[in-house]
């Protein structure tokens, strides 16, 4: 074998620029694919970063009325829902992969906030002593809540920067007095992810798609939460997974036990259901990939095209080098001796082929990435299925010119020289 590896590079070079338009074909369908499989990549986990963030695991899972999320903000309390109860609760900390459980009320317009005569028109949110913790806010000014105000019901709130911004103007709220519902709280702190996350927007269609636009949150303790709304209302679910994949199968368990313990009624109009923010990025990365998948299948047709080439050279070769087979023959090289030189060149011209394929689209796919701002992520599972299909191909269409090689009769294989 290794003979006939040397060979075989001694015949590339003997035919230099024979061998490179051989191989061009090769070259130009493994750098395609390389290049397309990259940037597919790339822009796939673009998308599962942009909705589901920097690693914050976070499952919501909200009540809904006949499939879509009941927001209580222009709706009545839903008849025949239940609170949370604390045994739902625990069970929902025992599934698999739950590292913490939090309850929250929300509306998600909060019109009825005012600061002085600014109306704030952000969401506001009536949260547990979990919901910071799971979310990954950390205090950037003032404090937190602590036990003693839920335990002491007092009006005190949070906000976020975009609530500084909008409901203050910028300026610093801790010990500032807020309305809400015409009930007085004092805002005791700011708060903010630990980490700060910023979709990657390269189009008007991803700013409408990641982008967010609210004007910010107000947080209170969830004991007062009633004596603003004036009542016990059923609360979403935020609970926070040890893994991104897990996020699926635990908002799916957890809406099944909130919906079956919660809900009044088999026929009732009302039902919890998981925000799964990894489903969707699975749908807009099938979106993406059908497209990109096509022009695989076109780079490949490049590959087809270097396969025959490589056909034709060998066929070429056989030609050149038939005197050369009928002396072999004629002092004893068996076909399968013969077979395995001529099948044994075709794979190494191809194998060369896709190794500088290769080399080039991961280069190419780097230069797009810096030129046109777009994500790639090199794939090596990608590397290693290109480089030893391009040597199947040598394998597959020198078949046939080395088959005729080794079927060549020395006697007849002499007499043409």
Known sequence: MLENIRLAFQGIWSHKLRSVL???GIIIGIAAIITIVSTIKGTNEQIKENLIGAGNNVVTVRL???GYPYDMSWNPVPSGVRVVSKSTVEELQKL????????????????SVYFGNTQFNGSICGVDANYLSVYGYQVK??????QEDFSKFRKVALVDAKAVTNLFGGESPVGKIIEINSEVFSVVGVVSPSQEFTPTINSLND????ADTSSGAVYLPDVVWPGVYQFDEPQDVAIKVTSTDAMASVGQDAAKILTERQIMGSDSEFDYRSTDMLEQAQQLQSMSQSTNTQL????????L?????????MLVSVTERTAEIGLKKAIGARKRRILLQFLTEAAVLTSLGGIIGVVSGVGLAQLISYLVKIPVAISFPAIVIAVVFSTLIGVIFGLLPATQAANLNPIEALRRD
């Open 141 to 146: 000014s003032g404090r937190g809540f602590t």
């Open 296 to 303: 695989v299948w076109i780079a490949s047709i490049s590959l």
């Open 22 to 24: 051989t191989m061009l």
């Open 207 to 210: 700013y409408w798609l990641y």
């Open 96 to 111: 698999d992969g739950v590292e913490k459980v939090s309850l929250y009320c929300s509306r998600d317009y909060a019109n």
């Open 64 to 66: 809904n009325q006949n």
């Open 305 to 313: 095209v270097g396969g025959i080439g490589v056909m034709n050279i």
